[in-house]
Structures are given as C-alpha cells and as structure tokens.
C-alpha cells in the first residue's frame, strides 16, 4: 500500500507582488524604438564622413599685392683716366705706320692694366654690376670679386641725363601729376656725382630742370589734365650747427632765411609758384647760389648740406575728362651731402664737423632704411624708429616708413682708390632693393597739410599774379579751402572706418572724395537755407508795419483835409463858424494828437470852467480871423484885450480880484492917455484901428460900431464869468459896489443879470452855441433899456465927473471901460438911424466902401437885434 506524504515544505518561498510600476509612456517612449542591435554595447563610429563633407568657408585668399619693392638705381661716374686713354686711344691716327708690334702689345697691355687698376666696377647689364677690389687687395686675399644685382637699373659712365630723367624720373613723375606724391634722393660718397644728377649743369641739365621742363610741356598741352593745375617750388637746406644741432635754411627765402623746425615740421618755408619753365630754372640757379658749399680734397664744390627740393601740384579744378577730383601732391627730391672719409677729405676744424655731420645724417638715413626692411621681414619685431635722430629722416619720415613711393639712386665712382666706398656702399645698399611700400597714396594727412604753406601761398598767389582776374582769385582760395576740407573730411572718414578695407583702387578714393565734398556744399547750403528763412520773415514782419503805417498816415492826411477845409469855411463865417472849428480841432486832438495847442484847448474845455472855454474860443476865433479883412480885424484887438485879462486873472488866482480889474485898467488907461481923440477914450482898440483906417474920420463906422458891440459883448460874457468863477455872489456884489463907480453899478448889476444865462452856457459846450443868440437878443435889448439912462449923461459931463473925483490920470475900472463902450455903441446905432451931418464941424459923412465880411456881420445883428 503506498503511502499518502504530505509536500514537502519549500525552502524558499517565492512572494510576488504587485508588478513593478511602469512610467508613462513619453513621446520619445513611444517612439519607435530602432530594432536592438545585437550588440547594445557598440559605441557608433565618428561621422568623419559628414564632418569632412561640411564645406567649411574658407578665408579668402590673399589678393596679390600692389606693394611694389624699393627702386634702387646705380649711377657709375666716368673714371677721368679711362676717358682720357680712351680719348688718346682715339686721338691717334690709325694710319700711322711703321707701328712696333712690340710697342703696340706694351701699349695695349698698359691702358688695359692701367683699366683694371683703375676701373674696380663693371657693368653686367643693365641690372647687375660686379666690383672687384684692387690688385693688392686681392693678393692679400681681404676681398674678392662681389656681384651687385637686382638693381632696378644701373647707368654706366656715359650715360647722359636724359637716359637717368627717362628711366628714374618719368615714372615718378607721372604717379606725381596723377595725384601720388614720391620722392627721389641721391646717395653715395662725396665727389660721386650726385649734385650732378640731381641739379646739372646749365649745359648738361640734371633731373630736377628736366622735370620742371617735363612739368611745363605737359601743362601747356591743352588736353592734359595737367593744365588745371597749379605749381609750386621750395628749397632748403638741412646743416649742422658747429656739429652741435641742425638748421634749417630757406634757400628761397629773402632775408633772414632760417626756418622754424619742431619736430618733422618746418614752417615758415616760403613757396614759391612757378607758372614757366625760366621761372622755375632761376630759382634753382638762386637756390644753388645760395646752397653752403666747400672745397674739400674729394670735391672742389663739396656740398656741405642736405638738400631737399620740393615740387607741388595745386589742383585747381576738375579734369573735364577724367572727371577726377585731383589732390595735391608733392615730389620731393633729395641731394645728400657725400659720406666721407677724413683721410681721403683732408678735412679739419669746421669741415671736419660738417663731415661728421653728414656722415651721421647718411648714416641714420640708411639706418631707417634697414630699420624699415627688418620691420617688413619680422613685423613682431617692432619698428625702431631711427628716424628721430635727424631732422632730414623726420622730414621724409612717412617715405622712410614705407607708406610713400621712394626712388634711390646710388652714384659711385669707378676708381680703384673708390673700390672701399663703392663696396661699402652697395654692400649696405643692396639690401634695401627688399624693401617693400605699400602703393598706396594716402589722402593728405595732417603733418602733410602743415608742411604745405597753403596760406602763405594763397596770398602770394594774390600779389604776384596781376594777369588773373579779382573775381577768379577768391574762388580759387575758396576751391582750396573747400579742398582742405575735403581732404579733412576724407582723412577723418578713412580713420573713423578703420575696419573698411584699404582702398586700393583710385575710383573708389574718389568716390569717397567727391562724397565728402557733397556733404560739405550740402551743410553750407543749408545754413544759407536757414538764413533766407530768417530773412523772409523780417520782411514779412516790416510790410505789416509799412501797411500801418502807411494806413495811419492816410487817416492823418484825411483829417487835416478837414481840418483845412473847416478852417476855409470859417473865413467867411464868424462866430459860428468858429465854434465848429474849435470843436473840429478838439475832435482832431482826440483822435489823432497831432497839435499840442489843439491838446490844451481841449483840456480846457474839459476842465468846464467857462472863463477857459470862452479864452480858448476866442483863441481859436482870433486865429481864425487872423486873415479876414477890416471888419473881422476889429475884433482882434478886443479879444487879445480879453486874453491879456484871462491871463492876468490866471495869474492873479492866489491874489485879490481888484488887482485883475486894476490890471486891465491900466492896460486900458494906458491906450486912452496916449490917444488924443476923446472918443478913443471909450474904446481905444477901436480907436487905433480907426486911426489906422481912416485918420480923417475919428468917429467910428457902422460896421465898427457893430463889431465893437460884438467885441464888448464877449468881454463882458468873459469878465462877468472870470467874476463869478472867483468870487460868491454876495462878495462879489459888495466888491463891486465898492470898487466900481456908481455909474458902473448899473452895469455890474447888468452883469448879474447875465450871469444867470451865463451858468447857463457854461455846460455843456453845444448849448453855449445855442444860446448864444439868445445872449445877444437879451443883452441887446437890455442895453436898449440903458441907453436912455446913458443918454442922460453926455460924454462930456462924464469926463468931467472923472475929472473932479478922480486924479487926472488915475485909471479907469473895468466896469467903466464897458460902459463908455455902450454908450460909444449908443452913439454909433445914433449914427446908423439918422443919417448924420456935421458934428461940431469936425465929422465929414464919408461912405466907406463895405467889405463883404461886414456887410454879412451887419446883416446877422441887424436880424438878431431886430433892427
Ligand atoms: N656723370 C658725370 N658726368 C660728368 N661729370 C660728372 C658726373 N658726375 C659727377 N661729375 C662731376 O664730378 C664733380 C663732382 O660731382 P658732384 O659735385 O655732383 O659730386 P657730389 O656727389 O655732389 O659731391 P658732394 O657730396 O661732395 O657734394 C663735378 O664737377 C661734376 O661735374
């Protein structure tokens, strides 16, 4: 039987949980996976495939350089001795015979030795030569035969100097004409010939008078573009100063001809323009005069200092064909004074320290040079700047840096005894032919500016060039600024794009040229601009004000027309007429201010005192009256009575009233006592106008009869207001009961009456003028009533009533001057009523021709009297 065992027990028990949790399923989850490679380990090879096939962009290449390498020309002096055996060789006739064989080899075999001896450089071709040391040198095997090459080309002993301008010169001078400034310096041991190549002779002219001749040929072509420019020659001088320091001399210049130097700049360096080719070479042959030279054992005419030559071209203009805006541009030429040996010199003293001091100038001239050429071979190096150490290197410092174009030319002598020089010479100069400079003109640049005299040039152009025009000189100083601007604006353009690639080709400087010229012509074009704004405005402004005034001006002339034509009016009427006027002119002195005596009439017409309205009525009246004839004229005297009164009543405002009547009495006491007709006693004005008038008949007219009523009328309104004005009613009554007689009372109480109509007339102005009439009606026919009681009283009882009580000359009141003259006008209206005969035997009736003025004045009283 099998037996039932239960299962054993598991040693390890297995608990399964939950199953592990699982993230969300990302995009990149869910993504299909790539099938599992086989080996999930492999790391993936480099894409060098991918990376190579990226076209990287590669740096441009360099473009091919417009640096061009320094012109070295070599210059071999003719050996004396070579010449002259060559000229013995060629002076003996070939026909001579019979000739030594023998004789003819030793002959042969001693030019050519002598040759050799003396000749230690000999030309290759045109570019090469080869120095060979002398013979003892050569045996002593110190020196050996050298090769020189490389030379840009090098001109034998019979070269002339046309070949040097053509190959050395023309080049240079045609970069110069086309706006590039270069420059040419003659190097080499005293006595080699470089003054000689530089100046010439005057039969053998060098490079300097080819050039200018060159210059001249070319400007006179009237195609060139030469012709429109303008040409200028300075010359100096660099010497030592007792071996101590350098100056300057102007070798053009009058007088005092030492120049200020600081640093590279010389100033004060006259320039002079030349405009022909004689010009020009006379002012060499001054410069040569003047150039310090000595005699030394090398040289009979050694020059004893630097010179430097220089030619600038001024553009005046635009070339019409190349459309070019040219620059100025400077061709400088350099003579060197001659390295030297003391030795081979002789020098002493003074000469030796000029020697020293050339010596050192040409040495650190050619130091800059190996400075410049070290520079260029190894730029990390640095540039020693040798330059500093004489003032000729700094003068020519931008060519000794690389950035101008330069020529050398190297003289030599071919001597054998020159064999050291020469070799020493070329060794050191060989190198330079390495040299490299940028062909690139700069615009001018500041120092550049300085160093030409632009100013003085300018002016002197003025003073000596009478053939140009007065308006054409202006506007050349003008286009010479305008072209210092622009080449301000254009350095400043070209130093603030520094990064803006250099530029090498000529349309674009001149592009950039012309730009900066159109930005200066716009700037002044837009201030001229904002001027004539101005401008317009001022005038706008000043024609409003001519309108105005011109408006003002019609007003004024309108107004005086009336005025003229009221003032016309009123010669043919009289009181009326006269009151418009007065109000015509206040009108006037409201609106336009124009007469002063116009302003204080109406100011007294404003005041509302009726004395000063009735005085400056009467003003105006007597002015107005001024010209009427006879009758109107009566009038005058009486109203210039009442203004004397007004007058002394305005003085006597602080006073008593009785010395403004006493005043007026005495004025009228006075023309009674002088007057010897009774009747003038009464009315005396009237009186002297009658003796004036008609001397014959003392007694007066109708007509004046009438204007004397008029007269007194208008006194009395005046007196009566003055009194009132001044004095209450009660006070004034008793004043005058004291101060007047008692047949004055009668009037003064007459007075009062009126004074009643007259507070009437004071306010306003129009009803005084209308009133008036009324005033003449009543005191008219008051004065009718009086008459009789006037009449009861002769003139002769009166008189001598006066006489008993008063003093035989003791004025008269007022008071009585109106009443005499009432009575007069009682007489007078007599007269008119009865026709009159003879009065006492002293009256004739005498019919006086009327004016027509008082034939109208009669009329009016006679229809306002009634009569
Ligand atoms: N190529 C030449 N043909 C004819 N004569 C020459 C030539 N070169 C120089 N001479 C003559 O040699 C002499 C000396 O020349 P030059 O004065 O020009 O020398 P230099 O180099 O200027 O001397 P220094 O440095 O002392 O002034 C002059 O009389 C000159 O006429």
Redesign the pocket.
């Known amino acids: 039987m099998e037996e039932f065992s239960p299962m054993p027990c598991p040693s390890t028990v297995t608990v399964r949980r939950n199953p592990p949790r699982k993230a969300r399923a990302t995009p990149y989850t869910t993504a299909a996976k790539p099938p599992p490679s086989s080996n999930s380990h492999d790391v993936p090879s480099f894409p060098i495939d991918e990376i190579l096939s990226i076209q990287i962009p590669l740096p441009e290449p360099p473009k091919p350089s417009a640096s061009e390498s320094l012109k070295i020309f070599l210059?071999i002096?003719?050996l004396r001795v070579y010449s002259k055996v060559t000229a013995a060789a060629k002076s003996r006739p070939r026909n001579v015979w019979p000739q030594n064989p023998s004789k003819k080899q030793n002959v042969a075999k001693e030019s050519r030795s002598k040759k050799s001896e003396e000749a230690c450089i000999a030309l290759n071709d045109s570019y090469s030569v080869t120095l060979t040391p002398p013979q003892a040198l050569q045996e002593l095997k110190r020196s050996k035969t050298e090769v020189f090459e490389g030379f840009s080309h090098v001109f034998p002993?019979d070269?002339s100097?046309s070949d040097v301008y053509g190959k050395m010169v023309q080049p240079l001078l045609e970069d110069f004409l086309n706006g590039k400034s270069g420059m040419l310096a003659?190097l080499?041991?005293?006595?080699?010939?470089?003054?000689?190549?530089?100046f010439g002779?005057p039969k053998?002219p060098g490079v300097v008078p080819l050039t200018l001749r060159q210059i001249f040929k070319k400007r006179d072509e009237t195609s060139s573009p030469v012709s429109l420019r303008s040409f200028y020659l300075s010359i100096f001088e660099i010497c030592s100063e007792r071996g101590k320091g350098e100056k300057a001399y102007d070798l053009l210049g009058d007088g005092s001809s030492e120049l200020s130097v600081q640093q590279s700049t010389i100033r004060g360096l006259k320039e002079v323009p030349i405009r022909n080719l004689e010009e020009a070479e006379s002012l060499i042959g001054q410069a040569m005069l003047k150039r310090a030279?000595a005699t030394?054992n090398?040289?009979?005419?050694?020059?004893?200092s630097q010179c430097i030559i220089n030619i600038r071209a001024a553009s005046d203009g635009v070339s019409n064909e190349t459309k070019v805006q040219s620059t100025d541009a400077m061709l400088t030429i350099v003579?060197?004074?001659?390295a030297?040996r003391e030795k081979r010199t002789g020098n002493q003293g003074e000469r030796l320290v000029e020697s020293n001091f050339?010596n050192n100038t040409s040495m650190v001239f050619g130091q800059c040079l190996r400075s410049l050429l070290e520079y260029q071979k190894n730029r990390k190096k640095g540039f020693q700047k040798h330059h500093q150490n004489s003032l000729l290197t700094r003068y020519l410092r931008d060519y000794l840096e690389g950035k101008k174009r330069m020529a050398l030319i190297i003289?030599v002598k071919a001597g054998e005894e020159d064999y050291l020089d020469t070799s020493y010479l070329l060794k050191q100069a060989s190198p330079y032919m390495k040299i490299k400079f940028d062909n690139i003109e700069e615009v001018c640049n500041k120092r550049q500016l300085k160093t030409f005299p632009r100013v003085e040039k300018n002016k002197k152009m003025k003073l000596s060039a009478p053939k140009t025009s007065q308006i054409a000189e202006p506007v050349a100083g003008e286009k010479n600024q305008i072209t210092q601007e622009v080449n301000l604006e254009g350095k400043k353009a070209h130093q603030t794009d520094k990064s803006s690639p250099k530029l090498e080709d000529n349309n674009e400087r001149e592009h950039i040229i012309m730009r900066n010229f159109a930005k200066v012509v716009w700037n002044v074009l837009k201030q001229y601009n904002e001027k004539l704004k101005v401008a317009e405005g001022d005038i706008c402004s000043l024609k409003e004000r001519l309108k105005n005034e011109q408006l003002k001006s019609r007003e004024l002339e309108t107004e005086l027309t009336s005025l003229k034509s009221s003032c016309l009016f009123s010669k043919s009427n009289l009181a009326e007429p006269c009151l418009h006027e007065v109000e015509a002119l206040v009108h006037a002195k409201e609106q336009l201010e124009i007469d002063t005596s116009l302003a204080n009439a109406d100011t007294n017409v404003d005041d509302d005192d009726p004395c000063d309205l009735i005085e400056s009525r009467s003003e105006v009246t007597a002015e107005g009256c001024s010209e009427s004839p006879v009758p109107h004229k009566s009038l005058v005297p009486g109203l210039g009575n009442e203004e004397i009164s007004c007058g002394e009543q305005e003085c006597a405002k602080e006073d008593d009233s009785c010395n403004l009547i006493d005043s007026t009495s005495e004025v009228t006491a006075e023309e009674y006592n002088e007057s010897p007709v009774p009747n003038k006693n009464v009315v005396p004005d009237l009186a002297n106008e009658q003796e004036c008038d008609n001397q014959i008949d003392p007694t007066p007219s109708p007509e004046q009869a009438e204007v004397s009523l008029i007269n007194n009328r208008l006194s009395n309104i005046q007196t009566k207001s003055a009194v009132s004005c001044r004095f209450p009613d009660s006070e004034k009554q008793e004043r005058l009961k004291r101060l007047l007689p008692a047949s004055s009372r009668l009037l003064a109480e007459d007075m009062n009456d009126l004074e009643i109509k007259d507070k009437q007339i004071e306010k306003p102005q129009v009803k005084l003028a209308e009133t008036r009439d009324q005033e003449k009606t009543e005191s008219t026919k008051s004065r009718e009533i009086e008459i009789p009681a006037r009449e009861a009283e002769p003139a002769s009882t009166k008189k001598q009533r006066n006489e008993q009580k008063k003093p035989r000359r003791r004025l008269q009141p007022a008071s009585s001057v109106l009443l005499t003259r009432e009575i007069n006008t009682l007489e007078i209206e007599d007269d008119v009523a009865e026709p009159k005969g003879t009065r006492g035997g002293k009256k004739t009736i005498v019919t006086q021709p009327r004016s027509q003025g008082s034939v109208t004045l009669l009329r009016l009283l006679t229809s306002n009297l009634h009569l």
Do not use: F, M
């Open positions: 210059r002096k003719p002993a070269c100097q003659a080499g041991p005293s006595g080699s010939g470089k003054t000689h190549t530089v002779t053998d030279t030394t090398s040289n009979s005419q050694s020059s004893r003579d060197l004074a001659g030297e050339i003289t």
